[in-house]
Nanobody, 127 residues
Framework: QVQLVESGGGSAQSGGSLRLSCAAS????????MGWFRQVPGKLREGLAT???????NYADSVKGRFTISRENAKNTLYLQIDSLKPDESAQYYC?????????????????????WGLGTLVTISS
């Protein structure tokens, strides 16, 4: 069955960095647009970044220049490098797969247009 398993979350200082990973299985990873979104309880989902295959990327304005999305198709793995963390970026971070390439954008993730998603990894930022 389809599985998306995020890892790499944890605690970090404001201004610090984290690298999140997402191991995918059960679907043709290289044929899907992949992305990351985050959510805080009681707040709206926020799409962060997507990457098509080959590596065409799209970022939300709020993370451009600080977040870098990448994928390694041979390992069915998605990454998110997060730099210059801000205190208000504490959230559950989720990996997602989008079947339709026309929906491959951070905005699509904000609107919930994904086919599969994982359980998330918690990121806690302290100031």
């Amino acid at each position: 069955q389809v599985q998306l398993v995020e890892s790499g979350g944890g605690s970090a200082q404001s201004g610090g960095s984290l690298r999140l990973s997402c191991a995918a299985s059960g679907f043709p990873f290289s044929a899907y647009c992949m992305g990351w979104f985050r959510q805080v309880p009681g707040k709206l989902r926020e799409g962060l970044a997507t990457i098509a295959n080959p590596g065409i990327t799209n970022y939300a304005d709020s993370v451009k220049g600080r977040f870098t999305i990448s994928r390694e198709n041979a390992k069915n793995t998605l990454y998110l490098q997060i730099d210059s963390l801000k205190p208000d970026e504490s959230a559950q971070y989720y990996c997602a797969a989008i079947r339709e390439m026309r929906d491959c954008s951070a905005d699509s993730l904000s609107y919930g247009r994904m086919s599969y998603w994982g359980l998330g990894t918690l990121v806690t930022i302290s100031s």
